[in-house]
């Protein structure tokens, strides 16, 4: 059964305040950290509000997976219209501007959970399905430059997508633990070198 959606606006908050808090606490505490208690004290939601939009914790958790990627994807706009390879190179800058941040190299949101949930044989296929939607649209760039003949015809944009999101995510990771942004500009610029391999 899938989480329940608000039908109203004043729902629609009040889910969005379960779900930001609960984001925000799994995001330091992760998933085993987080009690339903902590939720509803940081959202300022009732118990009964709570399991009215989330049955269970599964839920919930899926719900903050979404969250993750909105706001993960929201920081690159870029991705969204792959055309050209200049577009894969602001793609590139665009994540490395999140992470100039203050307090940046940031931790991946969504690879702080494939750590902990990894072996969760209900909570790991959410987390691989939001790497997949991330995934797409990396692909299908790449398979915009090669129907635009900027691509080899017998490169496989699917298994490119997928090597360079591998780069990222070991680039974040490290970027991260070490508190230097080298580490995800070279996986980056790994990640692009091998991509222009392909090239035309």
């Known amino acids: 059964m899938e989480a329940q959606a608000a039908s109203t606006p004043r729902g629609k908050r009040t889910r969005d305040a379960i779900v930001d808090a609960a984001a925000g606490l799994m995001y330091v505490d992760g998933v085993a ?31 903050v997976i979404d969250r993750y990627l909105e706001q993960i994807l929201g920081n690159q706009p870029a991705i969204f219209a792959l055309a050209s390879w200049a577009d894969l190179e602001t793609w590139t800058e665009q994540l490395l501007d999140v992470h100039r941040r203050a307090g940046g190299p940031i931790a991946c949101p969504l690879g ?5 949930v990894g072996d969760n044989p209900k909570l790991a296929p959410l987390v691989d399905q939001a790497y997949r939607t991330w995934e797409s649209h990396l692909e299908r760039g790449l398979k915009t430059l090669q129907d635009n003949g900027e691509l080899a015809a017998d490169a496989d944009p699917a298994r490119l997508a997928q090597a360079a999101m591998t780069s990222v995510q070991g680039g974040l990771l490290l970027a991260h633990i070490r508190h230097d942004l080298t580490a995800l500009q070279d996986a980056l610029g790994i990640a692009l070198t091998y991509l222009r391999g392909f090239k035309r």
Do not use: C, I, P, R
Request: glycine share 14%.
């Open 33 to 63: 950290g987080t009690s339903v208690d902590k939720v509803l004290a940081a959202s300022g939601a009732g118990k009964s509000q709570m399991y009215h939009y989330f049955k269970n914790k599964e839920q919930l958790v899926g719900a």
């Open 112 to 116: 702080n959970l494939a750590g902990e």
